[in-house]
């Protein structure tokens, strides 16, 4: 099986917000994801955010979510927004590849600083990063205020 890493075009954006859907109903989370392939378009043509795909037999299977920001501790930052592989494609080192690419991305951004969240019970999510010596802060709690469009 032939895997393909690369950065994403807007052509694939309807696969990306496919994958997006599918990561919202693993999370248990289906009825908050309700941005539109429209959105997806608009933001990319705008560039709020980037993405890196995973093909296999030229079908996307995986990818990465990102885009630029700044740590006032630590300078500039790549935001990793998120992170899927489709469940029949997992265990195959998908994931793996695609975290190396975006984290590779983000040293050649000039990015001192690579963050994420991930769930609490996600402990396949955590067993990976571990793996990859990424340091998961359980002393922060997060904040959010949602806008009205």
Known sequence: MKINIRKAEKSD????????RALAIYEKA??????TLSDYEQNWEKGVFECIVAEVEEEIVGMT?????YSTW??????????VVLENYRK?????LLFDATRADARAKGCALMKWQVLDWNTTALN???????????EWW??????EK
């Open 65 to 69: 979510l990102y885009y630029l920001t």
């Open 128 to 138: 990976f990063y571990d793996k990859n010596n990424a340091i998961i802060e359980k």
């Open 30 to 35: 289906e009825a908050e994801f309700v941005a």
């Open 74 to 83: 630590k300078g500039r930052m790549l935001y990793l927004e998120d992170f």
């Open 142 to 147: 997060n904040g959010k205020i949602l806008l």
């Open 92 to 96: 195959l080192g998908i994931g793996q």
């Open 13 to 20: 954006l309807k696969a990306v917000h496919h994958l997006v």
